[in-house]
């Protein structure tokens, strides 16, 4: 596959900021969020400021840091920044309950995850976040973020936060093994060949792969849980296929299982310490999980590789996208003007783009960073592999995943239905209908449907 120039990613993703996406689901009784003057704030001021920055992602945080000690050094050295790093749950419910609040105990700045931002719309429709639309025009910015990543924070024409990664998924195996069962993963070009190929690599308790998630593989069959005019979507008939072929692979090929938690999560302590004594052998994730493994299994430096993620048919699509966090200047901040020189500096530049991928395998959203030569170095931990080259070519092709201020709640219900479904104690489609009728019971009362 040819990798594709800046010039040419433009013209094929089409990568100026639409919001019809998620300006079509929008409830009609919302109250407009509070509106910001037309015109951007000036650069940081020279007395001194203290902003309080909350993430839910240690990669983040330590590279937040990074960019704070150099925007000190290079445009205010009476700047600090004080990065809280906060569990996933504990933050994003302590943020909203801070912003319903009126700003009370909130930070200046905020990591959101695109799957939780959608709940943050409810209510008056105001998110308690700056709108960042104009400034991001008047700066010459929405032509170099890519418009499918945007959109995740894009309510009814008003922008709120800016995309840390591009997230195109991939394939990470453990190349040791492949290699020295004579596998040869460059022929891998659809999960059957990948299934042929290594199912005689799970025997007992090793298996291929830990169950892919459900949504994740869904949009690279191009669908997902809503659609683009944000109609529940859960129940269709190509997701309830999806997940029965997930649940296949464990009850008909035998090559995968839902991890000895039995909950399908690669996050936990658990699922990383066998991963550590090889019971899995392949892991399907972000560019972003790259960094994962490096943090949480730092002994298999030097053993995993990637490859484009498997297609359903031959021709099909090789990548979807998986999570997504997008950075968002609180309103209530008493300094919105340094918030935003320092979003610029750091999420609005080549220099922190380029960093962050170094420091986390983020690959950038922002297009000018893209051909950096930086983004295209062997890395130690992946055999020598030039993940970035992989990244940048399945880049262009990486899916649209739609957004619902209902999405949060409906991945919340699916949640505790998971286990269930992995058990056989209840069928998809009987879950996923009950998820998704609850969901628009909800959409409809709150004049969303």
């Not at 799970?202 to 949009?219: I, T």
């Not at 392949?282 to 493994?293: H, I, N, Q, R, T």
């Not at 590789?305 to 297609?311: D, W, Y």
């Not at 997008?326 to 003007?337: E, L, P, T």
Request: charged share 25%; net charge negative.
């Amino acid at each position: 596959m040819k990798e594709l120039s800046r010039r040419e990613f433009l013209k094929v993703a089409g990568l100026t900021v639409s919001t019809s996406v998620i300006a079509a689901c929008a409830p009609p009784a919302l109250t407009p969020a509070a509106e910001k003057p037309a015109e951007a704030p000036k650069p940081a001021p020279a007395e001194p400021v203290k902003l309080e920055l909350w993430t839910f992602v240690n990669t983040h945080a330590r590279w937040f840091r990074s960019m704070a000690e150099d925007y000190k050094k290079e445009k205010n050295p009476n700047f600090e920044l004080n990065v809280s790093e906060i569990a996933y749950s504990d933050m994003h419910d302590k943020a909203q309950i801070a912003l319903q609040a009126g700003g009370v105990g909130a930070p200046d700045l905020v990591d959101l995850e695109q799957g939780r931002f959608g709940g943050f719309l409810r209510g008056t429709g105001d998110p308690g976040l700056v709108d960042l639309t104009d400034w991001l025009k008047e700066g010459g910015y929405m032509e170099k973020l890519v418009a499918s990543r945007e959109a995740l924070y894009t309510y009814k024409g008003k922008t709120y936060g800016v995309e840390h990664a591009l997230c195109p998924v991939v394939l990470y195996y453990r190349a040791d093994v492949f290699e020295n069962a004579g596998i040869d993963m460059s022929q891998i070009e659809t999960w059957d060949d990948f299934i042929n190929a290594g199912k005689d690599l799970a025997q007992g308790e090793v298996k291929l792969l830990l169950f892919p998630e459900h949504d994740v593989l869904l949009r690279n069959r191009g669908a997902d849980w809503f659609d683009a005019d944000g109609n529940v979507t859960l129940d269709s008939e190509l997701s309830i296929s999806t997940m029965e072929w997930i649940l296949a692979l464990r009850d008909q090929f035998g090559v995968a299982d839902a991890g000895p938690e039995g909950n399908g999560s690669k996050y936990s302590t658990t699922w990383y310490g066998v991963l550590k004594e090889g019971k899995y052998l392949a892991v399907m994730g972000a560019d972003w999980y790259a960094g994962f493994l490096k943090d949480n299994v730092p002994e298999l430096s030097g053993k995993w590789k990637a490859i484009a993620l498997p297609a359903f048919e031959k021709g099909g699509l090789r990548t979807s996208c998986h999570g997504g966090t997008g950075n968002c200047i609180v309103k209530y901040s008493k300094h919105v003007d340094v918030a935003w020189d320092f979003m610029q500096y750091s999420m609005l530049s080549v220099e922190g783009n380029v960093r962050r991928y170094e420091m986390t395998n983020l690959f950038p959203p922002f297009i000018p960073a893209m051909d950096n030569p930086r983004l295209r170095k062997a890395e130690e931990y992946f055999g020598g592999q030039v993940l970035g080259e992989l990244f940048a070519k399945l880049g262009p092709t990486v899916p649209a995943q739609y957004q619902s201020p209902y999405r949060s709640e409906l991945g919340s219900n699916l949640g505790a239905l998971w286990v269930d479904i992995f058990e056989g104690k209840i069928k998809p489609a009987e879950a996923f209908k009950k998820v998704a009728d609850d969901i628009r019971k909800v959409m409809a009362e709150e004049g969303a449907a």
